[in-house]
């Protein structure tokens, strides 16, 4: 489904566009719930684009701005950037937002392409003075010297002002390309990786009885082998010492319908007192480290060894496997057996969870949890709801009916969108309701910036948890409701590689 864009938008934005136009901003917004219109354009920069915003309405605007870049002498490096305003008040009602967020991709298409986004719920925060500080954050012209105080206002800022987001592309599971994610000049190499290879061949061959194998970094940018042995996760957890990342392959075993079946699951220790420079870098690495480890079921993120035992671990292969139900109506939807669950979702840490994500507001908190909470209700139509993540802060985006397609549709091109689907699985000639959890992370955002979702990861996770399955794409068209499908129910139905 997509909306109807009247022919005067497209030349409004041509209009700001032309360096011989005087028409440096214009505005568009719904006429009905389907179609947009433009609301108007003109020369007076900000404060005229500000004058016409709707106060009880989604509006879409270009703003254009030039200034001198620097000049030696009489010689002046003049440039221009082009703004897109997305202004979308918390006085509109959840169901209308939910709504016209299944059309906020095609919305950002048409307005493409442009250097910076600003994301704001009140006229306010629209100003000559926000829109300089965040030209100066994206041009790197900006003093990076703060104060505490101004440091408070930088975070103040970011609540309205979407620059490009900041997060590394790591895969938490095995199911994507393996040079998925890996940023511009990451580099890793291993002492020994024959010996690596070998040792996780071990632990998957069923002749051996090694069931886990061991690596960590010897300094910043070298992995290697440290042990293997057949006693299982606390022997292994033995291996973790402060100070030092690595990952380890464990296999366990889990009975279903009176036959066993071999699983294989990763863990990442990452203690805390790692320098946080260390630890970004490191993130960098995983596209490059986690092949080494893989296929596995899921991953569990460690800081401190008492965060998973065997029995956290068994409990969430089990859930991931198809034997326990996650459909919940919305009076059991509480926070406090939401928390429960999200202790144990796949790549997360129990200090993960703890982690507090940034939101843009409270009321953006709670849009996002009632779609969420309308998705797992078996009596309301909703089968999809979608956030996103701007780099400094999580916000709603949409929600409603439409499976799939309506949810790639809500998908940011150019931030970090994160989703959950609904859909059905025939098991034994039983229906039975699925969930799986959608991350999307364009190319478009430019790989320096990479990095603030690292420690978040888990945090939004939870927002999102529990689910079945989860698939990862820089490429909307990899989501379709077949891969979908497959993803929660590949545990279940496929045999573990030997």
Same mark, same amino acid.
Request: charged residues 20%; glycine residues 8%.
């Given at each position: 489904m997509s909306a109807t864009i009247s022919p005067d938008v497209g030349e409004a934005i041509a209009a700001v566009r032309d360096d011989s136009s005087e028409v440096d901003w214009c505005l568009a917004s719904y006429e009905d719930t389907t179609s947009i219109g433009l609301i108007g354009q003109g020369s007076g920069g900000v404060e005229e684009l500000v004058a016409n915003?709707?106060?009880?309405?989604?509006?879409?605007?270009?703003?254009?701005?030039?200034?001198?870049?620097?000049? =030696?002498? =009489?010689?002046?490096?003049n440039?221009?950037?082009?703004?897109?305003?997305?202004?979308? #008040?918390?006085?509109?009602?959840?169901?209308?937002?939910?709504?016209? @967020?299944?059309?906020?991709?095609?919305?950002?298409?048409?307005?493409?392409?442009?250097?910076?986004?600003?994301?704001?719920?009140?006229?306010?925060?629209?100003s000559e003075g926000a829109v300089a500080e965040v030209l100066d954050t994206v041009t790197m012209r900006g003093s990076k010297v703060? *104060? =505490?105080?101004?440091?408070?206002?930088?975070?103040?800022?970011?609540?309205?002002?979407?620059?490009?987001?900041?997060?590394?592309?790591?895969l938490p599971t095995g199911t994507a390309a393996d040079t998925h994610g890996v940023a511009k000049g990451a580099q890793v190499s291993f002492s020994d990786e024959a010996a690596i290879r070998s040792a996780m061949a071990d632990?998957?061959? &069923?002749?051996?009885? *090694?069931?886990?194998?061991?690596?960590?970094?010897? &300094?910043?940018?070298?992995?290697?082998?440290?042990?293997?042995?057949?006693?299982?996760?606390?022997?292994?957890? =033995?291996?973790?010492?402060?100070?030092?990342? @690595?990952?380890?392959l464990l296999r366990v075993e889990e009975a279903y319908d009176m036959s066993t079946a071999v699983r294989f699951v990763m863990l990442a220790w990452q203690p805390e007192d790692v320098a946080p420079m260390t630890r970004a870098a490191m993130l960098t690495h995983r596209a490059a480290v986690l092949p080494l480890?893989?296929?596995?079921?899921?991953?569990?993120t460690f800081s401190s060894p008492d965060d998973y035992d065997i029995a956290s671990i068994m409990a969430t292969v089990g859930g991931l496997t198809g034997t326990r139900s996650h459909v919940t109506s919305r009076r059991v939807e509480t926070k406090e057996e939401a928390k429960v669950e999200r202790q144990y979702v796949p790549g997360m840490s129990s200090s993960a969870v703890q982690q507090e994500l940034p939101w843009v507001s409270p009321a953006a908190e709670e849009e996002m949890k009632a779609a969420i909470a309308a998705v797992r209700n078996d009596s309301e139509p909703a089968d999809f709801a979608v956030g996103r993540f701007d780099g400094t802060k999580f916000t709603f985006t949409a929600g409603g009916e439409g499976g799939m397609d309506a949810l790639v549709n809500a998908l940011s091109p150019d931030t970090f969108s994160y989703g959950l689907l609904r859909l059905t699985e025939v098991i034994d000639r039983s229906v039975t309701t699925k969930f799986c959890y959608v991350k999307y992370f364009p190319e478009a955002v430019p790989p320096q910036l990479r990095g603030r979702l690292g420690i978040l990861q888990g945090a939004v996770a939870?927002?999102?948890?529990?689910?079945? @399955?989860?698939?990862?794409?820089?490429? *909307?068209?990899?989501?379709? #409701?077949d891969a979908a499908l497959g993803a929660v129910s590949k545990a279940r139905r496929a045999s573990v590689l030997p």
């Open positions: 915003l709707r106060e009880n309405d989604v509006c879409y605007g270009l703003l254009r701005r030039s200034f001198m870049w620097e000049s =030696a002498g =009489a010689v002046q490096a440039t221009t950037k082009f703004i897109f305003v997305y202004f979308r #008040p918390d006085t509109i009602p959840l169901k209308r937002k939910m709504k016209m @967020g299944i059309f906020e991709g095609q919305l950002k298409s048409l307005f493409s392409p442009y250097h910076v986004d600003m994301d704001i719920a009140d006229p306010a925060q629209l703060t *104060t =505490a105080a101004a440091t408070g206002a930088q975070l103040s800022m970011g609540a309205s002002s979407r620059a490009a987001p900041t997060a590394p592309k790591f632990v998957r061959h &069923d002749g051996s009885a *090694t069931t886990w194998a061991y690596m960590a970094y010897h &300094d910043k940018a070298t992995v290697g082998l440290v042990a293997s042995g057949e006693g299982g996760l606390d022997e292994a957890k =033995a291996c973790f010492q402060q100070g030092q990342w @690595g990952y380890a480890l893989r296929p596995y079921l899921t991953d569990f939870a927002v999102f948890a529990p689910y079945h @399955g989860d698939i990862e794409s820089a490429d *909307t068209s990899d989501f379709t #409701p």
